[in-house]
């Protein structure tokens, strides 16, 4: 009894446990009635070793149901790992707290602005996204050589 004591004391006085770090992919509502950051997954990585590749713009917002309230989107989006090379494919939809519904609902009701950003140990980071396919050069046509001749 007297031993465990003693552990107990031994741990709480000399280690100290860190929480794992985690990095939030966050949408950002900004509106005339407010800004509000929105969840939308979380990774056990550091935002510098995530690369966000979406093909198409972010669209069709809509608040579905009250009792929970969910968060819906059209977006084909994945988020690769860079040091796994893992992909994950994004959700299209989240739930919400009532408190974050009612925000973004009268965010909605005017004209907003969304930014896309990582989240990690509550500061905030701007998302690198997935460099374009490269295009070889050979494609496009040099403006300093003359045209073919016919022949």
């Avoid at 990774?43 to 579905?64: G, K, V």
């Amino acid at each position: 009894m007297l031993l465990s004591m003693l552990i107990k004391y031994v741990r709480k006085r000399f280690c100290k446990t860190y929480p794992h770090l985690t990095t939030d992919l966050v949408f950002q509502f900004s509106g005339l009635r407010g800004t509000i950051a929105i969840p939308i997954k979380t990774f056990m990585n550091l935002p510098t070793d995530l690369r966000l590749s979406f093909p198409e713009t972010l669209m069709n917002f809509q608040i579905q149901k009250y009792f929970p309230p969910i968060l819906s989107f059209c977006w084909d989006a994945s988020v690769l790992d860079v040091i796994t090379e893992a992909t994950v494919k994004l959700p299209n939809s989240v739930n919400l707290s009532l408190l974050s519904a009612w925000q973004l609902r009268g965010i909605f009701a005017d004209n907003f602005e969304i930014q896309i950003l990582w989240r990690s140990d509550g500061k905030f980071f701007k998302v690198a996204q997935s460099d374009p396919p490269t295009v070889p050069a050979e494609l496009f046509a040099s403006t300093s050589d003359p045209p073919p001749s016919p022949a």
